[in-house]
Each structure stands twice: as C-alpha cells, then as structure tokens.
C-alpha cells in the first residue's frame, strides 16, 4: 500500500505543478482565428476580437465549426465594426460574455476598472465601401505592461502613425502598403498581417519582424 500512497502523491504533484506552471507563465497567447478573428488569453481572462463572424463571408476566410463550439464561457467579444466578415449577430446571441463594438465605446474603454494590468483604447478610424463611410473603431490594447494594435477594416494612418514602442500591430494590406507608400512609420517591434483572402499573395520582400496570417490556428506568444 505505501507505494500505491507513493505514486499517487506523486501523481498528485505532477498535476499541480502542470497547473501552477500554466496559471504563472506570464505570457499572452494570440491565436489568429481568420480574417481579422483573434483569441486572446493570459491564462485568466479571454478575449476575442472580430469574432465571431460569418464563415465565407464575401469570400473571406471559412473556419471549422470547432472553433465556435470551443469559445471560453464568459469571454470578452470586441468588434471593430459590423460587417459580416468580421461580426456575427446570429452567433452573438448564443454565447455569454461581455459584447463590444461601436456602438458602446464608452464601457469598452472602462473594462481597466475590472481587469487587472489592462487598458484599452479606441480610435474612430475610416472604413469606406464604394464611397459610404461605416462606423469603425480600431484599438490599442495595453496588457500586462504590452501594446497590441488592431487595426480592423481600414487603411486610416493618424492615429496609429502617433503610437510609440508598440509590441505587435495586427494590420490588413492596405494599411501596410498606406504606411510604405506614404513613408509613415509604424513604431512596432512586430507585425501581424491579417484579413487576406484564403488564395492571397504578398508579393515583395517580407521584413523579419512580419508574419503573414493565412494558417488558420497559428499561435502568437508574448511574454511579459
């Protein structure tokens, strides 16, 4: 019997320290879902952003029906604006959790009061299709002491061009190509580029600090 008692405390053991170990790892892990959906973790608190929203939509990325079974109860949906390649209305309504977009900023930017090392800020940046403006917000996210950018729909400079030490700046294309075309500079140790359709190319140089996001899945780790 003491062996059994043995392994078994060992066993016991192995377990909390697993859970120890993930509860104190000081990273955040981003996992680019499609489009402009992002999963958001540090261990504790769940975000996403842009997601969910409609498969396929106007030809944009697809995603398996797992990754809408397997969203975190509770979690937090911040959306940059409503279009359906970016937000869902029908899939909204069957998750719990706390839900933002443009159309409530005000609470959003309140979320620092209840979580702990996080702050958020929005800009109201242009998102123009076939020459009608929509309402469209991009944000800066400062959590546990990083700066994460995200862009959203659209190719509007002023306000990201005034960020400093930004940490990852998740950006579509053509604000990447707006940036080069334009000599501004971006002040980010690291790009993300999103919101490609599924066969897109990028032509050209790929600087080191860039990764293009077309593997659905791919995992973005930052520690702190």
């Not at 937090?76 to 909204?92: C, M, N, P």
């Not at 719990?96 to 940046?125: H, M, R, V, Y």
Request: proline share 3%.
């Amino acid at each position: 019997m003491t062996n059994f008692y043995q392994k078994l405390l060992l066993i016991f053991t192995i377990i909390c320290f697993s859970n120890f170990g993930f509860s104190q790892s000081n990273e955040i892990k981003i996992k680019f879902i499609g489009n402009c959906g992002l999963y958001m973790t540090d261990g504790e608190n769940n975000f996403y952003i842009d997601f969910p929203y409609k498969s396929g939509a106007h030809k944009y990325m697809e995603y398996d029906k797992s990754e809408i079974d397997n969203i975190k109860d509770n979690a937090i949906f911040i959306f940059t604006h409503r279009h359906s390649d970016h937000y869902s209305a029908k899939l909204l309504k069957k998750l719990t959790g706390q839900k933002f977009d443009p159309w409530n900023i005000n609470e959003l930017e309140n979320l620092g009061e209840t979580i702990p090392n996080f702050g958020i800020q929005a800009f109201q940046t242009s998102h123009k299709v076939f020459g009608v403006s929509f309402k469209h917000f991009s944000y800066l996210i400062t959590w546990h002491g990083k700066k994460i950018y995200i862009s959203g729909d659209t190719g509007d400079l002023e306000d990201l061009s005034k960020i400093k030490n930004i940490d990852w700046a998740f950006v579509n294309p053509w604000i990447y190509m707006n940036a080069e075309n334009e000599k501004v500079k971006i002040d980010a140790k690291n790009f993300g580029m999103y919101h490609l359709y599924p066969n897109q190319e990028i032509n050209g140089e790929i600087p080191e600090n860039l990764i293009i996001l077309k593997n659905q899945g791919e995992i973005i780790t930052i520690p702190y």
